[in-house]
């Protein structure tokens, strides 16, 4: 056991696992859904209810499960029945919800890497054809390569282990990641187009959208649906209910201050967030209006926004690769930190060493993905889900993890800590090296009382129960 503690080895110190944990949070839920939700509820106002939210719920969710891997050093698999050994049948779940999402995953990976690379060689104008994405993932063989060259490169990453892998690419690609997001949000700002009727919409407009609140035609139930909205980002936003943290927290250095690492977490991740939106949400206004910021989804990325690089001539070919780009980074973040959730948690379970798990664990989702990619083709279905969302075989696997499975593990992580074995098993850890926590009323509160209650709201909305 001694040898496989030195394989699992450690972040080198607090920036390492600051970058890489904050590059998990920064995935394809910031570029996309974040924006979505801010325009679609009301603006400013989304963005101040995700803030008290994140700084509160998302908070002692996030320095639960990173406390919970430091205080054990274990993976999520093992780590709850060293803190309470009737417990131990919760870190199933927990392995189970990284394996259900990293196939898919690796499948909206591949298509990021069609896109990108379609821009780079100079056809970004192919990418705005009417039935150019969905010619491509209902082809038979594209999308598979595309996925096994993602999935590739989180194998290598991750088969690299904690400091020479996930930490050493971490380093590079997420200062990469922000320069460009910052490049592209201030641009946006700028951006002005005159349609046909003549009217002329700007960034700076879109902006406003965005960043302003909106209390029009505000009732109690539209605000009871943007803090479901705002808590429901803080799954995708924060790598919550994943068992990543935990996975992360296990690889942190006892001498490295907890709290001041993940509040560095949470702000990091929110400014990502806030501007995707600065750079999506402006962009689409001007030259979509606001139906435009009504596409949600896949859709916004490979529909939405190619049509408005294409209307920019060469620069916009040029942007388009630099948003593609970056978009990839922020994907590849992600989808390493789920599998080596995974990974971790075989190589704690069974003492396996990294080598072998991450063959199996990359092997078995493959296949999973494989599943996926040929749910648009051979095995293509449309099933309706009890949320009423309509979706294939990729779509079940996301509401079977991101509606049932996370706010459940959030509900019983809740249980286990704030009832069970009470919040201080989590306090002594987060305060092991005299650091003061200043936050601890309100953590007790939060885990104890507030975020079970809302979590167990999600879950009802999830069943469509509410």
Known sequence: MENEKKERNSFTGSLGFVLAAAGSAVGLGNIWRFPYCAAKDGGGLFLLVYLVFALTFGFALLITEVATGRKTQQGPLTAYKFINSKWGWLGIFSFVVPFIIYPYYCVIGGWVIKYMVTYIIGKGSIAVQDGFFGSFITGSWQPI???????????????????????KYSKILMPILAIIVVFIAFYALFLKFTDADGVTRTGLQGAKIYLVPNFKGLTVRGFLRICLDAIGQLFYSLSIAMGIMIAYGSY?????????????????????????????????????????????????????????????????????????????????????????????????????????????????????????????????FDLTLPNGSVGQILDVLDYLSNNILMPLIGILTCILVGWVCKPQTIIDEITLNGEKFVRKWLYTAMIKFVAPLLLFVILLTGLGII
Not at 283 to 310: C, E, H, Q, W
Request: proline fraction near 1%; glycine fraction near 8%.
């Open 252 to 380: 942190m250095k006892k001498d490295v201050k907890l709290e001041k690492s993940v509040n560095q977490i949470i702000a990091f991740d929110t400014g990502i967030a806030v501007l995707a939106g600065l750079m999506i949400i402006p962009t689409v206004f001007v030259f979509s209006g606001m139906d435009g910021l009504k596409t949600a989804g896949t859709s916004l990325i490979f529909v939405a926004l190619p049509k408005i690089f294409n209307s920019l001539g060469i620069f916009g070919h040029i942007l388009g690769a630099l948003f593609f780009i970056m978009v990839l980074f922020a994907a590849l973040t992600s989808a390493v930190s789920i599998l080596e959730a995974i990974t971790s948690s075989l190589i704690d379970k069974f003492n396996w060493s990294r080598k072998k798990s991450v063959l199996v664990m990359s092997a078995a989702t493959f296949i999973i993905s494989l599943i996926v990619c040929l749910g648009y083709n051979i095995w293509y």
């Open 145 to 167: 390569v595309f996925t096994l060259i993602f999935a590739g490169a989180c194998f290598y990453i991750v088969y690299r282990g904690v400091e020479k892998g996930i930490e």
